[in-house]
């Protein structure tokens, strides 16, 4: 099973398995942290994709408001939480980074991957609809130049749609590898979860998306009391 999925990644033009990186950086606000993003990190470990995963949650994407973030220690501990919750196999080969929630403005990929350059291997993890916009990244001809792009699959996004995303990014930038993973993780939303905490909801209501330590945790510190 494993060799069969592997076997149809797709990067370039053509069907090809790639290497396992040494390093998957998945970055992203996990505001809060959901089984959506567990469920594609097992993905990656368990199908060899890499080595090891660094969590990498943002102190500010350039694309979003500030209003929209939990407070950088929280949206850590919830993240921390998720992970402890996994078992120890997988554990042992994720390593979380608040290096981005430390550093001042916006958080910039770029930068992060500047800050990694310690030799080891390393591919960047996006969802489908970061692909869209890729081409708008700061330095995003510098990433592709020496990053893969390991994109996965998003609920309401069609393959042909990323497969057109996919062409119009190699079409800007020729020297890009951008592989699809051909898993689609549950259809979850850490914006549907912050909507459905401030409305009161209970865990029984959003244990399909998230953890019972992350929901503890959120209620416990007051978390999305005034979403929106």
């Known amino acids: 099973m494993k ?14 398995t790639p290497p396992p990186a040494g390093r998957m950086l998945y970055g992203g606000s996990f505001n809060p942290v959901h089984l959506g993003h567990l469920a594609l990190i097992r993905y990656v470990i368990e199908h060899d994709l890499a080595r090891s995963v660094l969590l990498m949650p943002a102190g500010r994407s350039p694309f979003k408001g500030t209003g929209q973030y939990a407070p950088a220690e929280h949206r850590l501990k919830m993240l921390e939480l998720a992970v402890q919750g996994l078992s120890d196999d997988l554990q042992a080969r994720i390593a979380i980074s608040d290096a981005e929630l430390r550093r001042p403005g916006p958080s910039y990929t770029a930068e992060t991957l500047q800050s990694l350059d310690d030799g080891i291997d390393t591919a960047l993890l ?3 609809d970061s692909l869209e916009s890729f081409d708008q990244w700061k330095e995003a001809d510098w990433i592709l130049g020496r990053v893969p792009l390991y994109v996965v ?3 309401g996004i069609d393959d042909a749609q990323v ?3 996919r062409r119009r990014l190699q079409g800007f930038f020729p020297v890009a590898n951008v592989y699809l993973i051909p898993f689609e993780p549950p259809a979850c939303s850490s914006t549907y979860l912050r909507q459905a905490i401030a409305t009161g909801a209970g865990f029984e209501q959003l244990k399909a998306c998230l953890p019972q330590s992350v929901f503890a945790y959120i ?10």
């Not at 060799?3 to 090809?16: F, M, N, P, Q, V």
């Open 3 to 16: 060799e069969r999925l592997l076997s149809i990644l797709r990067g370039g033009d053509a069907l090809k």
């Open 153 to 155: 699959y998003r609920a």
């Open 126 to 128: 996006i969802g489908a």
């Open 163 to 165: 497969q057109s995303w």
């Open 219 to 228: 209620k416990h510190v007051g978390l999305y009391r005034e979403e929106a």
